[in-house]
């Protein structure tokens, strides 16, 4: 017979806490394939925040593209709205530097 363990608030608070903290450095993203003619949702996927080329890992390519942004703000030809990880409406220094904190961190 299997034994079933309560968890007291503590052990659900700490429970919490961890997984907020897991997760403060990953972000939500809607994936779609896009195709000619239409696009389909795959489905949400964990992604690191400061990953703009959505390819798992928070690299050398993120920073080339937050760089070829850098200054822009919407309207901008440059403007790339996945590089705006604080949606403050501008890339700058505080965009960059969610890439540096979070350089190298992968799913």
């Known amino acids: 017979m299997e034994q079933k363990t309560k968890l007291g608030k503590k052990q659900l608070a700490l429970i919490a806490l961890v997984a907020t903290l897991l997760l403060s450095s990953f ?5 779609y394939y896009w195709s000619t003619t239409q ?3 795959v489905g949400l996927v964990l992604l690191p925040l400061g990953d703009v080329n959505w390819n798992g890992i928070v690299d050398i390519y993120d920073l080339a593209m937050v760089g070829k942004a850098y200054g822009s703000k919407p309207g901008d030809l440059n403007w790339n709205p996945d590089c705006d990880f604080n949606d403050d409406g501008v890339i700058d220094i505080l965009d960059v530097s969610i890439v540096e904190e979070n350089w ?3 799913i």
């Open 27 to 31: 972000v939500f993203a809607n994936r």
């Open 39 to 41: 696009s389909v949702p």
């Open 104 to 106: 190298g961190l992968s």
